[in-house]
């Protein structure tokens, strides 16, 4: 790879970033913004992208949910099958 081919792969990375947490940095910075309207902290420091992002931002969680209890999944299925109470 020459040089020049280098460079237009640093430039195209900078314009489109593919590492594993790519969508999640585009998150973290609408959430920045969106709590930088307001601007909600105490301190009134901006918020930045990390703020929202973990701290290792190539580690992948690969931690299974924990499962759900027979009373929990039957109170979770009734909600979601239930039929809204009809008025009148």
């Known amino acids: ?6 460079g237009l792969w640093l430039a195209w990375f900078d314009q489109e970033p593919c590492d594993p947490m790519s969508f999640a ?3 973290a910075q ?6 930088n ?15 929202f992002l973990p701290a290792d931002r190539w ?10 209890s027979r009373k929990d999944t039957a109170a979770a299925l009734k909600a979601m099958f239930a039929r809204p109470a009809q008025k009148g």
């Open 1 to 6: 790879m020459s040089a020049e081919e280098f």
């Open 25 to 27: 940095q585009m998150w």
């Open 30 to 35: 609408q959430m920045a913004a969106l709590c």
């Open 37 to 51: 309207g307001p601007l909600t902290r105490k301190d009134k420091r901006m918020f930045q992208a990390d703020d």
């Open 59 to 68: 580690q992948v969680e690969t931690e299974a949910p924990k499962p759900m």
